[in-house]
T-cell receptor, first 115, second 112 residues
Framework: NAGVMQNPRHLVRRRGQEARLRCSPM?????VYWYRQLPEEGLKFMVY????????ESGMPKERFSAEFPKEGPSILRIQQVVRGDSAAYFC?????????????FGSGTQLSVL | GENVEQHPSTLSVQEGDSAVIKCTYS??????FPWYKQELGKGPQLIID?????GEKKDQRIAVTLNKTAKHFSLHITETQPEDSAVYFC???????????FGKGTTLSVSS
Protein backbone atom coordinates (compact mmCIF):
# COMPACT_ATOMS: atom_id res chain seq x y z
CA ASN A 1 0.00 0.00 0.00
CA ALA A 2 1.72 3.16 -1.21
CA GLY A 3 1.93 6.02 1.23
CA VAL A 4 0.73 9.57 0.70
CA MET A 5 2.24 10.81 -2.55
CA GLN A 6 3.01 14.45 -3.10
CA ASN A 7 4.37 15.99 -6.25
CA PRO A 8 6.40 17.72 -7.23
CA ARG A 9 8.98 17.39 -4.43
CA HIS A 10 10.47 20.72 -5.40
CA LEU A 11 8.75 23.56 -7.25
CA VAL A 12 10.37 26.81 -8.30
CA ARG A 13 8.19 29.71 -9.37
CA ARG A 14 8.79 33.36 -10.14
CA ARG A 15 6.75 36.01 -8.40
CA GLY A 16 3.33 36.32 -9.98
CA GLN A 17 3.18 32.77 -11.34
CA GLU A 18 0.81 30.05 -10.20
CA ALA A 19 1.84 27.04 -8.12
CA ARG A 20 -0.08 23.76 -8.16
CA LEU A 21 0.72 21.18 -5.52
CA ARG A 22 -0.70 17.68 -5.77
CA CYS A 23 -1.47 15.13 -3.11
CA SER A 24 -2.66 11.57 -3.61
CA PRO A 25 -3.86 10.15 -0.28
CA MET A 26 -3.30 6.60 0.80
CA UNK A 27 -5.64 4.08 -0.75
CA UNK A 28 -8.95 4.07 1.05
CA UNK A 29 -8.40 7.45 2.68
CA UNK A 30 -11.01 10.08 1.90
CA UNK A 31 -9.82 12.82 4.29
CA VAL A 32 -7.01 15.18 3.34
CA TYR A 33 -5.27 17.91 5.30
CA TRP A 34 -2.82 20.51 4.05
CA TYR A 35 -0.17 22.06 6.28
CA ARG A 36 2.51 24.66 5.62
CA GLN A 37 5.90 24.50 7.30
CA LEU A 38 8.23 27.45 7.61
CA PRO A 39 11.68 27.12 9.19
CA GLU A 40 11.38 27.16 12.99
CA GLU A 41 7.65 27.76 12.69
CA GLY A 42 6.25 24.29 12.94
CA LEU A 43 3.33 23.02 10.93
CA LYS A 44 0.52 25.45 10.28
CA PHE A 45 -2.89 24.02 9.44
CA MET A 46 -4.35 25.32 6.20
CA VAL A 47 -7.34 23.26 5.09
CA TYR A 48 -9.20 20.00 5.67
CA UNK A 49 -11.09 18.37 2.82
CA UNK A 50 -13.16 15.32 2.22
CA UNK A 51 -14.02 14.11 -1.24
CA UNK A 52 -15.60 17.05 -3.10
CA UNK A 53 -16.05 19.06 0.12
CA UNK A 54 -14.06 21.62 2.07
CA UNK A 55 -14.69 20.93 5.75
CA UNK A 56 -12.45 23.49 7.42
CA GLU A 57 -10.46 26.19 5.62
CA SER A 58 -9.85 28.38 8.65
CA GLY A 59 -6.08 28.29 8.09
CA MET A 60 -6.14 29.29 4.45
CA PRO A 61 -5.23 32.85 3.47
CA LYS A 62 -8.33 34.57 2.15
CA GLU A 63 -6.77 35.50 -1.17
CA ARG A 64 -4.72 33.63 -3.79
CA PHE A 65 -4.99 30.21 -2.08
CA SER A 66 -7.52 27.52 -2.93
CA ALA A 67 -7.81 23.78 -2.45
CA GLU A 68 -9.89 21.02 -3.92
CA PHE A 69 -10.29 17.29 -3.55
CA PRO A 70 -12.32 16.04 -6.51
CA LYS A 71 -14.21 12.79 -6.70
CA GLU A 72 -11.49 11.43 -8.96
CA GLY A 73 -7.85 12.34 -8.81
CA PRO A 74 -5.54 13.97 -6.31
CA SER A 75 -6.13 16.87 -3.98
CA ILE A 76 -4.75 20.12 -5.35
CA LEU A 77 -3.47 23.11 -3.43
CA ARG A 78 -3.34 26.09 -5.75
CA ILE A 79 -1.52 29.33 -5.08
CA GLN A 80 -2.09 32.12 -7.54
CA GLN A 81 0.26 35.05 -8.10
CA VAL A 82 2.89 33.67 -5.75
CA VAL A 83 4.99 35.99 -3.62
CA ARG A 84 8.31 35.36 -1.86
CA GLY A 85 6.50 34.84 1.44
CA ASP A 86 4.80 31.77 -0.01
CA SER A 87 8.15 29.95 -0.04
CA ALA A 88 7.76 27.03 2.36
CA ALA A 89 7.34 23.29 2.59
CA TYR A 90 3.75 22.21 2.04
CA PHE A 91 2.67 18.90 3.53
CA CYS A 92 -0.39 16.87 2.85
CA UNK A 93 -1.75 14.26 5.25
CA UNK A 94 -4.57 11.77 4.90
CA UNK A 95 -6.68 9.67 7.22
CA UNK A 96 -9.26 6.96 6.64
CA UNK A 97 -11.88 8.33 8.99
CA UNK A 98 -13.39 11.68 9.91
CA UNK A 99 -11.51 13.97 12.29
CA UNK A 100 -7.80 14.34 12.98
CA UNK A 101 -7.95 12.36 16.19
CA UNK A 102 -7.22 9.43 13.97
CA UNK A 103 -3.68 8.81 12.86
CA UNK A 104 -2.56 11.18 10.12
CA UNK A 105 -0.29 9.87 7.40
CA PHE A 106 1.92 12.58 5.96
CA GLY A 107 3.52 12.81 2.55
CA SER A 108 7.11 13.90 2.06
CA GLY A 109 6.06 17.44 1.17
CA THR A 110 6.55 19.90 -1.67
CA GLN A 111 9.22 22.53 -1.20
CA LEU A 112 8.05 25.69 -2.94
CA SER A 113 10.64 28.32 -3.73
CA VAL A 114 9.53 31.67 -5.11
CA LEU A 115 12.23 33.68 -6.86
CA GLY B 1 -8.13 29.45 18.82
CA GLU B 2 -5.94 26.72 20.19
CA ASN B 3 -2.32 27.60 20.88
CA VAL B 4 0.38 24.99 21.53
CA GLU B 5 3.73 25.95 23.04
CA GLN B 6 6.65 23.53 22.90
CA HIS B 7 9.96 23.54 24.78
CA PRO B 8 12.86 23.32 24.33
CA SER B 9 13.41 24.21 20.68
CA THR B 10 16.67 22.24 20.63
CA LEU B 11 17.86 19.40 22.85
CA SER B 12 21.23 17.63 22.78
CA VAL B 13 21.81 14.45 24.77
CA GLN B 14 24.36 11.68 24.95
CA GLU B 15 23.40 8.25 23.72
CA GLY B 16 21.73 6.33 26.53
CA ASP B 17 20.44 9.44 28.32
CA SER B 18 16.77 10.36 28.59
CA ALA B 19 15.14 13.20 26.70
CA VAL B 20 12.05 15.13 27.77
CA ILE B 21 10.04 17.53 25.62
CA LYS B 22 7.20 19.57 27.08
CA CYS B 23 4.13 21.18 25.59
CA THR B 24 1.34 23.33 26.90
CA TYR B 25 -1.99 24.00 25.25
CA SER B 26 -4.61 26.69 25.71
CA UNK B 27 -7.97 25.08 24.94
CA UNK B 28 -9.24 23.13 27.92
CA UNK B 29 -11.65 21.30 25.60
CA UNK B 30 -8.79 19.62 23.70
CA UNK B 31 -8.89 15.87 24.21
CA UNK B 32 -6.34 14.40 21.84
CA PHE B 33 -2.55 14.91 21.99
CA PRO B 34 -0.30 13.19 19.45
CA TRP B 35 3.45 13.38 18.99
CA TYR B 36 5.06 13.29 15.56
CA LYS B 37 8.67 12.66 14.55
CA GLN B 38 10.07 14.25 11.43
CA GLU B 39 13.33 13.07 9.92
CA LEU B 40 15.25 15.16 7.44
CA GLY B 41 13.55 15.36 4.05
CA LYS B 42 10.51 13.40 5.19
CA GLY B 43 7.03 14.10 6.40
CA PRO B 44 6.09 13.82 10.09
CA GLN B 45 5.23 10.38 11.39
CA LEU B 46 3.04 9.61 14.41
CA ILE B 47 5.03 7.97 17.20
CA ILE B 48 2.59 8.04 20.12
CA ASP B 49 -0.63 9.72 21.15
CA UNK B 50 -2.72 10.13 24.27
CA UNK B 51 -6.33 10.95 24.88
CA UNK B 52 -7.66 12.96 27.78
CA UNK B 53 -9.11 10.00 29.63
CA UNK B 54 -5.65 8.69 30.57
CA GLY B 55 -2.68 10.28 32.30
CA GLU B 56 0.17 8.24 30.83
CA LYS B 57 0.90 5.96 27.92
CA LYS B 58 4.02 3.94 27.13
CA ASP B 59 5.36 2.28 24.03
CA GLN B 60 8.77 0.67 24.60
CA ARG B 61 11.25 3.55 25.09
CA ILE B 62 8.67 6.26 24.51
CA ALA B 63 6.13 7.55 26.99
CA VAL B 64 3.73 10.47 27.08
CA THR B 65 2.20 12.04 30.18
CA LEU B 66 -0.78 14.36 30.34
CA ASN B 67 -1.81 16.80 33.05
CA LYS B 68 -5.22 18.14 32.06
CA THR B 69 -5.49 20.45 35.05
CA ALA B 70 -2.26 22.22 34.15
CA LYS B 71 -2.89 21.80 30.40
CA HIS B 72 0.46 20.33 29.63
CA PHE B 73 1.80 17.08 28.24
CA SER B 74 5.29 15.70 27.83
CA LEU B 75 7.20 13.22 25.70
CA HIS B 76 9.79 11.06 27.42
CA ILE B 77 12.37 9.06 25.47
CA THR B 78 14.57 6.74 27.50
CA GLU B 79 17.87 5.11 26.49
CA THR B 80 18.20 7.44 23.53
CA GLN B 81 19.90 6.22 20.38
CA PRO B 82 21.42 8.17 17.45
CA GLU B 83 18.45 7.20 15.29
CA ASP B 84 16.20 9.12 17.67
CA SER B 85 17.77 12.31 16.28
CA ALA B 86 14.97 14.19 14.51
CA VAL B 87 12.49 17.02 14.96
CA TYR B 88 9.63 16.19 17.31
CA PHE B 89 6.27 17.95 17.20
CA CYS B 90 3.51 17.90 19.76
CA UNK B 91 -0.04 18.71 18.74
CA UNK B 92 -3.48 19.22 20.17
CA UNK B 93 -6.87 19.12 18.59
CA UNK B 94 -8.02 22.61 17.70
CA UNK B 95 -11.15 24.32 18.94
CA UNK B 96 -13.26 23.31 15.97
CA UNK B 97 -12.15 19.73 16.47
CA UNK B 98 -11.31 19.34 12.81
CA UNK B 99 -7.58 19.95 12.69
CA UNK B 100 -4.44 19.38 14.71
CA UNK B 101 -2.56 22.43 15.94
CA PHE B 102 1.17 21.77 16.16
CA GLY B 103 3.90 23.15 18.37
CA LYS B 104 6.97 24.67 16.73
CA GLY B 105 9.04 21.54 17.15
CA THR B 106 12.07 20.34 19.10
CA THR B 107 15.25 19.35 17.31
CA LEU B 108 16.70 16.41 19.24
CA SER B 109 20.31 15.48 18.66
CA VAL B 110 21.66 12.27 20.16
CA SER B 111 25.42 11.95 20.05
CA SER B 112 27.23 8.65 20.43
Amino acid sequence: NAGVMQNPRHLVRRRGQEARLRCSPMKGHSHVYWYRQLPEEGLKFMVYLQKENIIDESGMPKERFSAEFPKEGPSILRIQQVVRGDSAAYFCASSPRAGPDEKLFFGSGTQLSVL
Amino acid sequence: GENVEQHPSTLSVQEGDSAVIKCTYSDSASNYFPWYKQELGKGPQLIIDIRSNVGEKKDQRIAVTLNKTAKHFSLHITETQPEDSAVYFCAALGKAGTALIFGKGTTLSVSS
